[in-house]
């Protein structure tokens, strides 16, 4: 079974920055896109920003400018660097991937991790 384990988050000051890792557990013979969605309270989870195996990125208006996502291809790990943290960036964040599996193409989700930024 595969599985996506995350690490990073927690409590930061606005202004302040975070760094976020995903890499996936199991057997993926191949993963393709890889990304980060967050959902704040009575908030949909929404996207953060996603890479794809060549590198090709995309990012909320939210937080372009100030969030940079990243990967390693030979570790099947996604990196999201977080700069100039907002209280309203306070949400769980979660990291996807997709990709083939033992079982064909399948899509991963990460547990979540609470990133909170104080005002």
């Known amino acids: 079974q595969v599985q996506l384990v995350e690490s990073g988050g927690g409590l930061v000051q606005a202004g302040g920055s975070l760094g976020l890792s995903c890499r996936t557990s199991?057997?993926?013979?191949?993963?393709?896109?890889m990304g980060w969605y967050r959902q704040a309270p009575g908030k949909q989870r929404e996207l953060v920003a996603g890479?794809?195996?060549?590198?090709?990125?995309n990012y909320a208006d939210s937080v372009k400018g100030r969030f940079t996502i990243s990967r390693d291809n030979a570790k099947n790990t996604v990196y999201l660097q977080m700069n100039s943290l907002k209280p309203e960036d306070t949400a769980v964040y979660y990291c996807?991937?997709?990709?083939?599996?033992?079982?064909?193409?399948?899509?991963?989700w990460g547990q979540g991790t609470l990133v909170t930024v104080s005002s």
């Open positions: 996807n991937a997709d990709g083939v599996g033992p079982l064909g193409w399948t899509e991963v």
């Open positions: 199991g057997t993926l013979f191949s993963v393709n896109t």
């Open positions: 890479i794809t195996t060549g590198g090709a990125t």
